[in-house]
Every structure is written in structure tokens, then in C-alpha cells.
């Protein structure tokens, strides 16, 4: 579990890929029973918005053939990582999943554990959660030109 900055704000940038590195505490102990989920929401009550969506892929998982479209949404899944050696979980999202967002969204996120060897206990732990906000880009790769440096 983290112990500190467990509430962290996300900018995603229109036209990049994302990519956050968690580290957990070394007092936690990522066991192989657990799983992880990373969610993006609009609201609590999951109101929908246009958003990315996998045409092909399984959502929270990296494919080389994912196929991100636009779509209405109630909830996009970041892809992730969790690395128990190391006790990281990393999230990524694409650039092709990330333009999908429209200019200026806001909304939740959170990164969530599931342990089922805690039986009835605490199975479910939060361990980060925060606002996102996705910026627009003005530099668009179908309509602007792009020069090389010259010396």
C-alpha cells in the first residue's frame, strides 16, 4: 500500500501517449493472487462522454493490435503493468487512445487492487486516486507541416 501522495492529479495530453510509473511501498507485498484495474470515469456515477474505446483488444491490457475508436463511454481503463519484483504498476495510454478524449475533458481516476486470498476481509484496496483533466493540442499530425532543423 502507498503510504504517501495517494491523491495525485493526471494531465493527459491530446496527440501523446501517457505513461505513470506507481511504486509501492516496501512495506506492501505484491503477491501473484493480486490484480489491478486503473479506471478513468467522468463522474462517480459514471456518466457517459465520447471518449477512446478498443474496437479489438481486451480493456486494462496492451496489445499490439489494439484498435482504439471514439465512442461513448462510461469508462476507459488505462492499460497496465504491474511488476511484483520490482512493486510497481505502471499505466500507459496511447496516443491513438488519447485523441479519442475530447478537448478538455475532466474527470476521476483510480488505481485499484483485488486480493482474493484476504477472503472476506479487505479484498479491495485503493491505493491512488485523483483528478484528471486531458489538454487539447494546437500541432495536429494530418494538417500541419513539420520542417526539419536547419543549421
Known amino acids: 500500500m502507498l503510504t504517501n501522495e495517494q491523491y495525485k492529479d493526471v ?3 491530446q496527440g501523446a ?3 505513470m510509473v506507481v511504486t ?3 512495506t506492501h507485498t505484491m503477491s501473484n493472487t493480486m490484480t489491478y484495474s486503473a479506471v478513468i470515469v467522468k463522474d462517480k456515477a459514471r456518466s ?3 471518449g477512446p474505446k478498443k474496437n479489438q483488444g481486451t480493456q486494462g491490457t496492451y496489445a499490439s493490435n489494439d484498435d482504439w475508436i471514439s465512442g461513448s463511454v462510461s469508462s476507459v481503463h488505462f492499460n497496465l503493468v504491474a511488476d511484483r519484483s520490482a ?3 505502471t499505466l500507459t495510454l496511447p496516443e491513438a487512445a488519447n485523441r479519442h478524449f475530447t ?7 483510480d488505481l485499484i487492487e483485488y ?8 479484498q479491495y484496496t ?12 494546437a500541432t495536429s499530425k494530418e494538417f500541419d507541416t513539420f520542417t526539419a532543423t536547419v543549421a
Open 24 to 26: 509501492m511501498d516496501s
Open 103 to 109: 478537448d478538455d475533458f475532466e474527470g476521476l481516476w
Open 11 to 13: 494531465q493527459i495530453m
Open 115 to 122: 486480493d482474493p486470498s484476504a477472503g472476506s476481509g479487505d
Open 48 to 50: 457517459s462522454f465520447t
Open 17 to 19: 501517449g501517457f505513461k
Open 126 to 137: 485503493r491505493h491512488m486516486q485523483g483528478d484528471i483533466v486531458v489538454s487539447s493540442n
Open 87 to 89: 512493486g510497481t504498476v
